[in-house]
């Protein structure tokens, strides 16, 4: 029985990692995202549509970082009521 509860565990665990890396990962090409914008002379006069995709992508990643945030959050306290 202990093994299972182990087993189960360290799944958890890995599970919270990725969810951890998915998010970390969102957040590093944001930081790109934005280090580029700030940087480069010029950038908002590019054509709006490129700059709505642009933005468009930064919007996704927020919404990714946040979405597996939440559900790392909602495992985590799933399994401290447990």
């Known amino acids: 029985m202990a093994d299972n509860s182990v087993s189960d565990f360290s799944s958890f665990i890995n599970r919270q990692i ?5 998010v970390e ?3 590093w090409k944001l930081e790109a995202l934005t280090v580029i914008a700030a940087m ?15 933005f468009s992508i930064a919007v996704d990643l927020i ?6 945030n939440q ?3 909602n495992a ?7």
């Open 71 to 73: 559900i790392s959050l």
């Open 25 to 27: 990962s969102c957040l």
């Open 40 to 54: 480069s002379e010029g950038f908002y006069d590019f054509p709006e549509s490129i700059l709505r995709n642009y």
């Open 63 to 68: 919404e990714n970082a946040k979405k597996s």
């Open 76 to 82: 985590l306290f799933k399994k401290g009521r447990v």
């Open 18 to 22: 990725n969810f951890q890396e998915r």
